[in-house]
């Protein structure tokens, strides 16, 4: 028997915001067309100075509500200004008076069945503290990117429900994969866990919480792209990586886990080397960009920490670890031939290039590794979208 609208959990939609008028409309168009009955959607503006606000009081008729958040707490007052979004995420999620809360972010869209999707794997099985899907990226105009969409690693294939150990493991392995708006977690849960650890962990406090979601309860993840991600230069995360000197925050995350005995027990060996590995490829990054910034000695001390010849064997298996440890030998023998600065500074452009060429459009504009009909469905809501906003 089909349950009523009253009869299902409420879902609340939490969406930190911060200057997000170019996109916030979309956003909430995408929401508005999830097929499950019972939800409401939340908007924290983090202090915005555009037409934030004026968007989000548009919708109220719909019952969409808007929050000012809090100012910024003083420990981040002279930091830049993407830092203080997980305070506001934190508000958002805080906000949300369902038994589910999801975490959206202002700028993506979302297959139409995402919320229904993940309550079913929720209702289904009680004991998982936290759901998330798989991503597929997309361009300022909501088209498919060339980076395509995420799949979950081989190894966790076939299967919607992990453990700590299964999960530790292969963000070792193979980074962070887990999609931050793609959230939807218990409130029992977010209250017993606690909220995300920004003060400690800046751009990287969500894989901080996932992992201290893991440690007690399963985590399940859908391994279908109903998130659309949308993948812009304005966003904190890409101002955060230019011309980066210091190790991605992931490492530091990691790192701190890997300080941890109970961790150090179910750390695979095969996931330890690929992450050193990686380790060590996002060191010669750091120490490219230190010689762009002219910083030679810094730059020489980095490469001499991450190349290693245990990383290269490793690396052999790994073609685009193994290009940037070549990269970096390349670096150490430039900065000894005293062409250090100027051979990173052609490395760093052709970087750039790379990656404007991996964000530009798909050729055929079908996402690759998506159902057929999640592509058609997402095309047509896309251009949907275009129509209502032009109409608007």
């Given amino acids: 028997m089909k349950q009523r609208k009253e009869e299902m959990p409420l879902v609340s939609v939490c969406i930190p915001a911060y200057n997000a008028e170019k996109t916030l409309r979309e956003t909430l168009e995408s929401l508005l067309e999830q097929d499950y009955p019972n939800y409401e959607i939340v908007v924290a503006d983090n202090r915005s100075t555009d037409g934030t606000k004026e968007i989000v009081l548009d919708y109220a008729k719909q019952g969409i509500r808007y929050y000012l958040s809090p100012e910024k707490p003083p420990w981040a007052a002279d930091l830049p200004d993407y830092i203080g979004a997980y305070v506001n995420a934190n508000f958002a999620l805080s906000q949300g008076e369902g038994e589910f809360l999801c975490l959206r972010h202002a700028d993506d869209l979302f297959d139409p069945t995402m919320i229904s999707r993940q ?73 017993s866990v606690g909220g995300f650890d920004e003060r400690r962990f800046r751009t990287s406090a969500d894989l901080d919480m996932w992992l201290r979601i893991a440690q007690q309860y399963p985590v399940g993840i859908i391994d279908e792209p109903l998130l659309h991600y949308r993948v812009s230069r304005r966003q904190g995360g890409a101002r955060y990586h230019q011309l980066r000197t210091s190790l991605w925050g992931f490492f530091v995350v990691m790192d701190y886990y890997l300080t941890l005995l109970s961790v150090q027990q179910m750390v695979q060996a095969k996931a330890r080397r690929s992450y050193r590995v990686n380790r060590s490829a996002d060191l010669v990054l750091c120490a490219m960009n230190m010689l762009v910034r002219g910083e030679l000695g810094e730059a020489r001390r980095c490469l001499q920490l ?45 970087r750039e290039w790379n990656q404007e060429r991996r964000q530009s459009p798909a050729p055929n504009r079908i996402l690759p590794g998506v159902a057929e009909f999640n592509q058609e469905t997402w095309l047509r809501s896309g251009k949907q979208l275009k129509r209502r906003s032009r109409a608007r």
């Fill in 119 to 191: 309550v079913d794997l929720m209702q289904g099985s009680p004991c998982v503290g936290a759901v998330f899907t798989m991503l597929c990226n997309i361009g300022d105009d909501g088209q498919p990117l060339r980076l395509g969409c995420t799949r979950l690693p081989r190894e966790l294939r076939g299967r919607q429900q992990f453990v700590f150990s299964e999960l530790f493991n292969a963000v070792l392995a193979h980074g962070n994969f887990i999609a931050t708006p793609s959230l939807m977690i218990r409130r029992a849960v977010f209250n």
């Fill in 306 to 350: 991450a190349l290693s010849w245990r990383g290269f064997v490793t690396a052999c298996r790994h073609p685009r670890r193994l290009a940037w440890l070549l990269v970096g030998l390349g670096l150490l023998m430039s900065i000894r031939l005293g062409l250090g600065i100027s051979t990173a500074k052609v490395l760093h452009r052709f």
